[in-house]
């Protein structure tokens, strides 16, 4: 992840392979998670490029069933071949450090239309089947990811406040009370507008 004031780059390096992997597979996979991830998300602008690395393997069976990551932040995971395009921008979204904000009332379900968003982030992606991105997971993102900002900037932001990990770390995480929990990565955050 980069950041140059609120121009927001994630890159998410993957490598698949399997039997599913075919070039299309591969291709649907990819344009799901640039797509989704990429925008005008509040005040931060983000673009992300999926490129080919092996920090994160995604193995792809043949068929359909439920597609996973192990954990938030992990960096493996199976996507069969003809899951749902959207499922793999979701997907990707645990790698950047967001955790689910469904209910997920069973887990062993292949279809992901199931899960139902937790209060107030009903019809976001890492809430609801369909759902889209928001400004509240790319913040989730930037904390997650901002150990190498540490003693940096974030950058000026569209309202022209300069945003320092520090004070995104004492309005996101240190709030009154705290929303965000950095050891656990569970938290709520304000809801999504």
């Known amino acids: 992840m980069a950041a140059d004031g609120c121009n927001?780059?994630?890159t998410i390096p993957i490598t698949y392979y399997g039997p599913g992997a075919t070039p299309?597979?591969?291709?649907?996979?990819?344009?799901?998670i640039e797509s989704h991830w990429t925008g005008q998300f509040g005040q931060y602008n983000v673009t992300t490029p999926v490129v080919a690395g092996n920090q994160n393997r995604i193995c792809v069976p043949n068929g359909s069933a439920r597609a996973?990551?192990?954990g938030v932040g992990g960096n493996t995971?199976?996507?069969?071949a003809e899951v749902d395009d959207w499922v793999a921008a979701h997907e990707a979204g645990h790698w950047v450090g967001i955790p689910e904000f469904c209910d997920d009332?069973?887990?062993?379900?292949?279809?992901?239309n199931e899960s139902i968003g937790l209060p107030g982030y009903e019809g976001t992606l890492m809430g609801e089947y369909g759902g889209a991105a928001t400004e509240e997971y790319i913040a989730i993102s930037i904390h997650a990811n901002m150990l190498s900002w540490r003693n940096g900037s974030v950058g000026?932001?569209?309202?022209?406040?300069?945003?320092?990990?520090?004070?995104?770390t004492s309005r996101i995480v240190e709030g009154?009370?705290?929303?965000?929990?950095v050891t656990t990565h569970r938290g709520?955050?304000?809801?999504?507008?």
């Open 176 to 181: 009154d009370p705290p929303r965000w929990d």
């Open 77 to 80: 995971g199976v996507w069969p």
């Open 68 to 70: 996973y990551v192990l």
């Open 24 to 32: 299309s597979v591969i291709e649907k996979f990819n344009r799901a």
């Open 188 to 193: 709520a955050l304000p809801h999504p507008r």
């Open 156 to 168: 000026d932001c569209q309202d022209g406040s300069r945003e320092t990990a520090d004070s995104f």
């Open 105 to 112: 009332s069973n887990p062993n379900d292949p279809n992901p």
């Open 8 to 10: 927001i780059t994630i």
